[in-house]
Each structure stands twice: as structure tokens, then as C-alpha cells.
Nanobody
């Protein structure tokens, strides 16, 4: 089982990024998936989840700005991030939503002018 994130980078405040998560070794269509992030000096923070049946949930801090989606045919999960703020700076992780599930190595997102 492997998850690999991509798409991070440096972006200006107000900008957008799209993160991608490629899954292998299992089929995401039967799994709930999530994105989490860890800002410098802080703990891991849940950002958003998408259930196997399509239910979607967001942390209040990103609601209305971030959009999670999945492409079961490509075994991919995405995170569209709009109107980014400096406080969104963090390493972003894709993971299975279940306790003890697989997690990727993360991708750095830096929001700064």
C-alpha cells in the first residue's frame, strides 16, 4: 500500500494550488480518504475527508476554500486549494481515513508574499 502526494509549492496569498495523491496497492473506491496537514511547530491537523460513498467533510478553517475530490478510475485523490492564506502553510498529507491507515510522505505548501 502506497500513497504519494504531489503539487505542493510556493504560492502568493490569495493564490491556488491543486494537490494530487496517487494510490497504489489498494483501491480507493472502497476506502474513505482524507487530507491532513502539519504546520511548523504544530501538531497534525485534519483538513478534509471523502467517504467511499462520496460524503465530504471539511475543517472550518478551510470550508469554502478547499475542495476534495476523487477519481476512482485513476485511483487518485485531489485537493483543490483556493484563496490560500499564510496560515495554510504546512506539509500536506494524503491518507486513508481509517485509524492506522496508510499515509503518504507529504508535500510542502508555502503561502507567502
Amino acid at each position: 500500500v502506497q500513497l504519494v502526494e504531489s503539487g505542493g509549492g510556493l504560492v502568493l496569498p490569495g493564490g491556488s494550488l491543486r494537490l494530487s495523491c496517487a494510490a497504489s496497492g489498494f483501491t480507493i473506491s472502497t476506502s474513505a480518504m482524507k487530507w491532513a496537514r502539519q504546520a511548523p511547530g504544530k501538531g497534525l491537523e485534519w483538513v478534509t475527508s471523502i467517504g467511499s460513498a462520496g460524503g465530504i467533510y471539511y475543517a472550518d478553517s478551510v470550508k469554502g476554500r478547499f475542495i476534495i475530490s476523487r477519481d476512482n478510475a485513476k485511483n487518485m485523490v485531489y485537493l483543490q486549494m483556493n484563496n490560500l492564506k499564510p496560515e495554510d502553510t504546512a506539509v500536506y498529507y494524503c491518507a486513508e481515513a481509517r485509524m492506522g491507515g496508510a499515509r503518504g510522505p507529504g508535500t510542502q505548501v508555502t503561502v507567502s508574499s
